[in-house]
Nanobody, 124 residues
Framework: QVQLVESGGGLVQAGGSLRLSCVASGGAFSSYAMGWFRRAPGKEREFVAAINWTGATTYYAESVKGRFTISRDNAKNTVYLQMNSLKPEDTAVYYC?????????????????WGQGTQVTVSS
């Protein structure tokens, strides 16, 4: 059983930056692919970014490509999401998730473990 805890959310002005962290415990973190998803008010949960177990392969939603960067530190059991040039439409609860392999990385239903989420609010 893997437990995931996100942190780093908050209120930021448009154009600003935030870095989210997700710390894993209870499992072999370095063997899991990790993803970030978000859910905005009144909207479906959507894929944001993902990274394979080594960190060598990443994948992004078109809406965040070039602005967000996912990375991981397996020695710290942590995955990060650096968010730059934030827009009001990035406002959402952000969740990290873990799955045992990289295929279908953008599909929420393929993930085994989820964190509780962290709120990101971008003001205009």
């Amino acid at each position: 059983q893997v437990q995931l805890v996100e942190s780093g959310g908050g209120l930021v002005q448009a154009g600003g930056s935030l870095r989210l962290s997700c710390v894993a415990s209870g499992g072999a973190f370095s063997s899991y692919a990790m993803g970030w998803f978000r859910r905005a008010p009144g909207k479906e949960r959507e894929f944001v970014a993902a990274i394979n177990w080594t960190g060598a392969t990443t994948y992004y939603a078109e809406s965040v490509k070039g602005r967000f960067t996912i990375s991981r530190d397996n020695a710290k059991n942590t995955v990060y999401l650096q968010m730059n040039s934030l827009k009001p439409e990035d406002t959402a609860v952000y969740y990290c998730a873990a799955k045992p392999n990289f295929p279908a990385i953008a599909y929420a239903g393929k993930y085994d473990y989820w964190g509780q989420g962290t709120q990101v609010t971008v003001s205009s």
